[in-house]
């Protein structure tokens, strides 16, 4: 995998962003609006009622795994459409016929999603502090997390994009699979608050892993310890790049 | 003139089992118009595709401009725009960024009186900040000329360029593909329009059921193959042909009022005389006479019906 094409990544890059600032107003509005119910209603008509966990407000608790749940979501929706529209328009041709590497297409697209979803992840963020006063321990850690899991789930997105043969297809993991194993993996509750099996079985969930380091970030602790989170991040790395590179040498859903 | 590209032995099997293309070769010679002809399903788009590196080839080889295109994939390429038979583009993009777009991505720097220079050839300046959704069919396959053009390729793959357009629009493509000649870029054509290759080609290669069948220059080609049909307008109608014309390959039309006599124009003896001669003897008068020389597409039926045949 080499890259030499600078122009294309820059040129696919831009495209992608265009593409985002088109759908601009939705694309930022929906995250505010999002976030804002989820603290009204989790954060304010719940959460008043709820004792602190492991110190922490819950309003305040809640925050790691809210920015988390909509990373998750657009990093994945912005990889797999972005690489999934040009198969279903046929435009994937100029692609596909261009003189780029895989690893120059992979930086292009997944770059640009990255970006998207750490916008949102900003976003995010910034609106929380309109509801809770929130102190994060390990600022640079936090925004490295935010990277790492943004490309990760980027490029598990894009996997999903060249997977995918329909719209359903595209849709049915982030939404019948990531959905429900974020809302268990603990980021409106911790690890701790269930009782056995379910406790055990809970850390069998990978997310839990992801939603707990970037929850450490914050508070300085999480379910598990941080080492156990970096794995995981970092074995979803290089299960997703070896899946692509098969995916680009065997020409998978690509390439006749 | 030198060879752009090389082709040898190229071979594509589906997992299905299908074989779209049977070992071809060919050379395309830098600078020529070549149209490659073949029925729906022949392997003109198979062939297309695997240059272009859309799909992979089972075996064989393809060097684009001297490089290979499996090994130095970037440098062939680089060499080759193309124009897909499908009308695919960004709707939502304007003509102008989707043409810098293109350029990008083939790895060339923003040049933007280039950009302007083909647009204004493909009479789409005006459109420039239309989005494409906004085109009309024909301007769309202008844009994605425009987008194949956009990084100065040696070689332009057209597969099917008039494919469903009216036939105004066919003509201004087969102008515009002439002025594109004159600026030295190689055209690789695929249509099953014969017309459009015996207008516009240098060369013609006719593919079927995934075997390069014949490559020729057009006009020897015409010269080699083409019959030619003599039509004999008589004084009086007959109701039958007289068997004293046996010798002739003829066939009566318009109620009896015509005979029509096919022959080889290259062959030493055409008949033509002879059969004038018997028809006085047998006081058949004629007051019209006229030559058709056959066309690329009677060349081309008869080139794939006698394939099936065999």
Known sequence: MSIQNLRAIAAIYKFELHRFRRTLLTGLLVPVITTSLYFVVFGGAIGSRMNEIDGIPYAAFIVPGLIMMSMFTESIFNASFGIYMPKFTGTIYELLSAPVSAAETIIAYVGAAATKSLIVGAIIFLTAHLFVDIQVMHPLAMVAFMVLIAVSFCLFGFILGIWAQSFEQLQVIPLLLIMPMTFLGGAFYSVHMLAEPWRTITLFNPIVYLISGFRWTFFGKGDVGIEFSLIFVAGMLALCLGIIGWMFRSGYRLKK | ?310
């Open chain 2, 1 to 310: 003139m030198a060879s752009i590209i090389n082709i040898r032995g190229l071979t594509k099997r589906y997992a299905s089992g299908f074989e779209a293309l049977k070992g071809v070769d060919l050379s395309i010679e830098e600078g020529e118009i070549f149209a490659l002809l073949g029925p729906n399903g022949a392997g003109k788009t198979t062939m297309i595709s695997i240059i272009c590196g859309i799909a992979r080839p089972t075996g064989g080889e393809v060097q684009v401009a001297g490089h290979d295109i499996a090994r130095d994939y970037r440098g062939a390429r680089s060499a080759i725009g193309l124009v897909p038979q499908e009308l695919s583009t960004d709707q939502f993009e304007r003509v102008i960024d989707t043409v810098t777009f293109s350029r990008g991505l083939f790895g060339k720097p923003r040049n933007d009186a280039y950009v302007e220079k083909i647009l204004r050839d493909l009479s789409l300046w005006d459109k420039r900040h239309s989005k494409i959704l906004e085109l009309s069919g024909g301007m769309k396959r202008r844009v994605m000329i425009a987008k194949a053009l956009s990084h100065e390729p040696r070689v332009l793959f057209l597969d099917e360029p008039t494919a469903g357009v009216d036939v105004e629009l066919r003509r201004d493509m087969w102008k515009l593909i002439g002025e594109l000649r004159q600026t030295g870029v190689t055209i690789i054509l695929t249509t099953h329009y014969i017309e459009e290759a015996e207008e516009m080609a240098d060369r013609v290669g006719v593919i079927n059921r995934g075997e390069l069948m014949l490559v020729e220059e057009k006009t020897a080609l015409m010269k080699k193959l083409g019959k030619k049909t003599l039509t004999i307008v008589l004084i009086d109608p007959i109701a039958t042909l007289p068997p004293e014309l046996a010798d002739w390959d003829l066939s009566l039309h318009a109620e009896g009022q015509e005979i029509e006599y096919i022959f080889d124009a290259q062959a030493e003896r055409t008949g033509v005389s002879s059969l004038l001669r018997r028809l006085g003897d047998l006081g058949l008068g004629y007051k019209d006479l006229n030559t058709r020389q056959s066309s690329l597409e009677d060349i081309f039926v008869s080139l794939v019906h006698q394939e099936k045949a065999a």
